[in-house]
């Protein structure tokens, strides 16, 4: 990937319905060179989705929970039932695997509490859990999808003496 594509990137993070001309017009690119570079980072999984972000509140969804576990068991059959059964509920958000004293951290969107006492109930039969510690978000700073596009994922194109625009 080159500078170009970082453009790309970040602008389908910005904004993914732009259209393939006025993104190529960003980038210095005719449209189909675009649409290529496009299709390839789709094919490849750099692009993985093209989504509409939602505001959790004007949903009814405005309680943020991040719920840490730690494990009952660290087997291969345990983390299936798990990975399984927290896939299947919707209302995890996101769910990463841990290093240092939780060994689950889980990104939870429910309406309000009660809500969230039916999800935890349904979490805690899921597979056997150690310890589960809920953490309610009083307020949302910051919530962002886009990631930072640093330089060392993306070769320069420019000639060795050109300096950075």
């Known amino acids: 990937m080159d ?20 993104m190529a017009e ?20 750099v692009i993985t989705k093209r989504v509409a972000l939602i505001d959790p509140d004007k949903i009814g969804m405005g309680l943020t ?10 087997t291969p059959d345990w983390l299936a039932a798990f990975a399984n059964g927290i896939t299947a509920m919707p209302e ?29 109930k349904r979490l ?7 310890n589960v510690t809920s953490r309610f978000a009083m307020e949302r700073i ?3 999808t886009a990631y930072p596009l ?3 994922a993306f070769r320069d194109r420019r000639a060795p003496d050109e300096e950075p625009a």
């Open 3 to 22: 500078e170009i594509d970082r453009k790309l990137i970040a602008l389908l993070q910005e904004d993914a319905t732009l259209s393939i001309a006025q």
């Open 26 to 45: 960003k980038v210095g690119l005719s449209p189909t060179p675009c649409w290529k570079r496009i299709q390839k980072m789709e094919a490849s999984g």
């Open 65 to 74: 929970v991040f719920v840490a576990i730690e494990a009952g068991d660290h």
């Open 92 to 120: 995890v958000m996101g769910a990463y695997r841990m290093a240092g004293e939780v060994d689950y951290m889980l990104h939870v969107a429910v309406a309000d509490m009660a809500e969230f006492d039916t999800f935890y």
């Open 124 to 130: 805690i039969a899921v597979a056997p859990l150690k």
């Open 142 to 144: 910051k919530d962002t």
């Open 150 to 152: 640093h330089g060392v």
